[in-house]
């Protein structure tokens, strides 16, 4: 079974500020795929990345970073200079020969003016 | 604007009702979704239709009864639900469920309120 931890329920900073989210997996399969995804108050969720497990190279998007570690299981995320638009609730999720996606509970980021 | 539109954005019915959920997706995609969503929890996998055909029914209890008439849309019929099964209902699709390196594109939801 395939399971996703992120520690931090909730999160708050102040505008400008750089914020890590962490995503934590755990699975038997040597093939599988790590996402992102950002859900704003409007509920949809939206796609942020995907990552396979051979690819352990660290991404960069604009504002948004991703650092992928097979030897710690972790697939970090930072916003750096956060605005108030970076509010909403972000999951990881992770993606194996099941083919369900299987969602982190969830961390709520609040980025305050 | 998202790809996959669902529609009605906000349902409330009675127990005793039948209603329908509607989903579109117009990007030629394979698999398609349903998920439900509580207050601060992620999505739950309900169902999976893979090629017009259910190939993945997660436990889910009759009162929900869902159906694929052709490839770009999803319908999910309610019927005799109850205070717990409100939720947020989220609809999504990917190009092929086996394709599972492709990420599943999702609605804006449906808000259901069950009185």
Known sequence: AQKVTQAQTEISVVEKEDVTLDCVYETRDTTYYLFWYKQPPSGELVFLIRRNSFDEQNEISGRYSWNFQKSTSSFNFTITASQVVDSAVYFCAIQGGSEKLVFGKGTKLTVNP | ?115
């Open chain 2, 1 to 115: 604007d998202t790809e996959v539109t669902q529609t009605p954005k906000h349902l409330v019915m009675g127990m005793t009702n039948k209603k329908s959920l509607k989903c579109e997706q117009h990007m030629g995609h394979r698999a398609m979704y349903w998920y439900k969503q509580k207050a601060k929890k992620p999505p739950e996998l309900m169902f999976v239709y893979s090629y017009e055909k259910l190939s993945i029914n997660e436990s889910v209890p009759s009162r929900f009864s869902p159906e694929c008439p052709n490839s770009s849309l999803l319908n999910l019929h309610l019927h005799a639900l109850q205070p717990e099964d409100s939720a947020l209902y989220l609809c999504a699709s990917s190009p092929g469920q086996t394709y599972s390196n492709q990420p599943q594109h999702f609605g804006d939801g449906t808000r259901l309120s069950i009185l």
